[in-house]
């Protein structure tokens, strides 16, 4: 998966259609990324350009509570490439 907006908007696009919202915002993480488990919002270090973005995004998705039959068909996909490039 190359590191475009495009992809990052469909990384982005699976985790909102679940109920988490995606925030940029500046901070202290150790990891570049923070998730507030009970309110489904993940925190992500704003400086990070579209690369740092999708990576933190890829190594979350395996800890995010993901129902696949919520997912649109596109969103399906997506996801199984990210879990692929996980695993």
């Excluded at 998730?35 to 993940?42: G, M």
């Excluded at 999708?54 to 996909?77: G, R, V, W, Y």
Aim: proline share 1%; charged share 30%.
């Amino acid at each position: 998966m190359k590191y475009t907006q495009h992809n990052l908007d469909k990384i982005e696009k699976v985790a909102e259609e679940c109920g988490y919202v995606i925030r940029y915002e500046r901070g202290t993480f150790q990891s570049g990324y923070c998730i507030l488990q009970d309110r489904k919002v993940i925190v992500i270090n704003k400086f990070f350009q579209t690369e740092g973005r999708m990576n933190a995004l890829i190594d979350l998705m395996p800890q995010l509570e993901i129902s696949f039959d919520a997912l649109t068909h596109e969103s399906q996909k997506v996801y199984d490439e990210v879990m692929s490039v996980v695993k």
